[in-house]
Every structure is written in structure tokens, then in C-alpha cells.
């Protein structure tokens, strides 16, 4: 299925830092709840995400990730999951897509 440059102009994806990671206990799937800055205009989002095969939350936190932050907010566990996280699904698990240097908290991927 095709979509046009203005469907895709919709979906905002953003670069943001997870300051807090730890275990959704009340996910079916093993999952992190993470709490992701994403600067001075958006602020802080939270997000459930199933990445546990390959990170620790140790791991996570500092570390920059790519967000789209636009989608309806969804209850997954005991969390309202507000942004979703982008990786790849691999072999070993969910890998995090993220920027190759640093960047501004909110930039914007397109």
C-alpha cells in the first residue's frame, strides 16, 4: 500500500532521551516503561516498550532515541503509552533505531 509525501508529512518523529527506564510489570509481554525527554516544547512523554531481549534499563537510560509522538496515547499495563519507540525487529530481538551523534531533545526526523 502506497502513501502520499502528505500522509507521511503527518507522522512526527522526534529525537528524544530516556531519563528513566524500569520493568512494566503489568504488561503481557515483558516490556520497559520508559520516561523520554524530548526538550523544552514537547516535554516528557511516556512510553511501554517491548525491548527488554536486548537492553537493560541500565543500558537505557541517557541513551537517544527516535519517537514518533503523534499516535493516540494507549494503555499497555499499568502504563499510558504516550510516544512510540522506532526499532527494528532483528534476530535478536527489537533494536533501537537513534541518531549517529548527539542532537537537540525534539528534533525532528523526516
Known amino acids: 500500500m502506497s502513501i502520499t509525501v502528505d500522509d507521511f508529512d503527518k507522522v ?10 524500569g ?9 520497559y516503561k520508559l520516561t523520554i525527554d524530548f526538550g523544552e516544547e514537547i516535554g516528557t512523554k511516556t512510553s ?19 519517537c514518533c509522538i503523534n499516535l493516540e496515547p494507549m494503555r499497555i499495563g499499568s502504563v499510558k503509552s504516550e510516544v512510540r519507540i522506532l526499532g527494528s ?3 535478536q530481538g527489537v533494536v533501537l533505531l537513534v541518531p549517529t551523534e548527539n542532537v537537540k531533545n525534539g528534533d525532528r526526523i523526516f
Open 12 to 21: 512526527d518523529v522526534r529525537v528524544g532521551t530516556i531519563i528513566e527506564a
Open 23 to 31: 520493568i512494566n510489570k503489568r504488561a503481557r509481554k515483558p516490556a
Open 48 to 66: 511501554s516498550a517491548q525491548i527488554t531481549e536486548v537492553y537493560t534499563p541500565e543500558e537505557l537510560v541517557g541513551r537517544q532515541v527516535v
Open 89 to 91: 525487529e532483528s534476530e
